[in-house]
T-cell receptor, first 111, second 114 residues
């Protein structure tokens, strides 16, 4: 079945440093979504990427979808303490209704 | 507030027991999803319903079952509970049946099996 791998599992940074999490799928994806879950909270939708090579930005966050539509990344520039949380990617392949989540990257930021 | 309501928020029960988790989707959303989140397994998709019909099945155990009612609320039934079933169970909803739509998560139901 479809698998979505996400690395790293954990990342600790100093405030102001950049952060990147990577997502790789075993199959070609029709779209990929990114979610953020604050400690003790629930996943919250951030963005969806659909097109091959697509790049989207939200303030300090940059999301990329690979040319082959099998990988994606989330990059945060100049992290802040409010960025703390677990970032999940979730991909859907072809006609599959199921959205498969990666295991997430837990980001902690030292002020 | 995502608009997805889950009850109960916390539940403690003994092994071998049966519990029911309830979910009310966002107004107008026809799809309901159930996810299990544990420390070691991450966010695991269990099952999806669309307008009362099962649409997709994930890693849902045979001891677990779910249904979506005509008013679109959903219930997840967990039976013969084991210690390993302790987890946070999320319900989520979306407007359409394909998961290309944005999925809105509820705050989750914490289940502790003792």
């Amino acid at each position: 079945g479809q698998q979505v791998m996400q690395i790293p599992q954990y990342q600790h940074v100093q405030e102001g440093e950049d952060f990147t999490t990577y997502c790789n799928s075993s199959t070609t994806l029709s779209n990929i979504q990114w979610y953020k879950q604050r400690p003790g909270g629930h996943p919250v939708f951030l963005i969806q990427l659909v097109k091959s090579g697509e790049v989207k930005k939200q303030k300090r966050l940059t999301f990329q979808f690979g040319e082959a539509k099998k990988n994606s990344s989330l990059h945060i520039t100049a992290t802040q303490t409010t960025d703390v949380g677990t970032y999940f990617c979730a991909g859907r392949g072809g006609s599959n209704y199921k959205l498969t989540f990666g295991k997430g990257t837990l980001l902690t930021v030292n002020p | 507030d995502s608009g997805v309501t889950q009850t109960p928020k916390h539940l403690i029960t003994a092994t071998g027991q049966r519990v029911t988790l309830r979910c009310s989707p966002r107004s107008g959303d026809l799809s309901v999803y159930w996810y299990q989140q544990s420390l070691d397994q991450g966010l695991q998709f269990l099952i999806q319903y669309y307008n009362g019909e099962e649409r997709a099945k994930g890693n849902i155990l045979e001891r677990f079952s779910a249904q979506q009612f005509p008013d679109l609320h959903s219930e997840l039934n967990l039976s013969s509970l084991e210690l390993g079933d302790s987890a946070l169970y999320f319900c989520a909803s979306s407007a359409g049946q394909i998961s290309g739509n944005t999925i809105y998560f509820g705050e989750g139901s914490w289940l502790t099996v003792v």
